[in-house]
């Protein structure tokens, strides 16, 4: 009796721990399951909205702009890959990796040329060489869009990066003109919307004896939408 008593005593046991290392195991698969997918399919870049906040914190005039929104493109970041396709960091900027973020002027024109046809900007160049962004009269009866591309060593951090193009171009966006009007009251009035994007590809060079880094080349884009008051 005492011996079947121990072996009923040690059998309940075991089963014990059995069910315990089955509920362990079954947890420990679920949250593997979710870890995983979480982390499949992600896509956005999310530098728009963070590029947003950083221009509106330095911009009280920017942040007044109900009819400014600051969103991803993903035509603007297949534009900004299959400009920069095939082309490593050294083909981009000739050896000249730069930590403050800069104007693509070394980038050669046609990767200029390919981003400004896939991208479908109006005008290459968010600054019209007079100190805004749109005059407010022309091209005011249907969507505008232009955009710059600029260029930072790969080793700055995105937010730091963020930080010296808000730097760089709320006083461009506080330009921003909310209808036709503000420009000239001769002209029939549009009312105006603005999507402004950011899009960041980074770039690796080819593995040579004295440079072997990366660049990240970021466009920035602004899009005005006209309706008729």
């Given at each position: 009796?005492?011996l079947?008593k ?7 046991g075991?089963?014990a ?5 089955g509920?362990?195991t ?6 593997n ?8 399919g992600?896509t ?12 509106e914190?330095?911009s009280a005039d ?12 993903a035509?603007d ?9 095939n082309?490593g ?9 730069s930590?403050t973020?800069s ?9 200029q ?15 019209n060489g007079?100190?805004n962004?749109?005059?407010g009269?022309?091209?005011?009866n249907r969507?505008?869009?232009?955009g710059?591309?600029?260029?930072v060593?790969?080793t700055?951090s995105?937010?730091?990066a ?7 171009l ?5 330009t921003?003109?909310?209808?036709s009007?503000?420009d000239?009251?001769d ?5 105006f ?5 950011v ?6 060079s080819?593995?040579?004896d004295?440079y ?18």
């Open positions: 009796m005492k079947k121990i072996a009923s005593l040690m059998l309940a075991v089963m721990v059995s069910m315990l290392a509920c362990n079954a947890s420990n698969g679920g949250n399951g979710e870890g995983e997918g979480e982390g499949e992600t956005t870049t999310g530098y728009s909205v963070a590029f947003g906040e950083k221009v914190k330095l920017v942040k007044a702009m109900d009819y400014v929104t600051f969103a991803d493109n035509n970041q297949a534009a900004l890959e299959d400009a920069l396709n082309a960091a050294l083909q981009i900027l000739g050896g000249t990796v930590s973020v104007d693509a002027n070394d980038i050669p024109d046609a990767i040329a390919d981003f400004e046809d896939a991208a479908k900007l109006n005008r290459y160049g968010i600054n007079a100190g962004v749109f005059n009269t022309s091209t005011i969507t505008t869009k232009v710059s591309v600029y260029y060593d790969g700055v995105m937010d730091k963020l930080d010296q193009l808000a730097a760089r709320n006083g461009l966006f506080a921003l003109q909310k209808d009007t503000e000239n009251d002209v029939e009035t549009w009312d919307d603005y999507t402004i994007s899009s960041v590809v980074n770039k690796t080819d593995v040579i004295w072997n880094g990366s660049v990240n080349v970021i466009a920035v884009t602004v899009t005005r939408t006209a309706t008729a008051d």
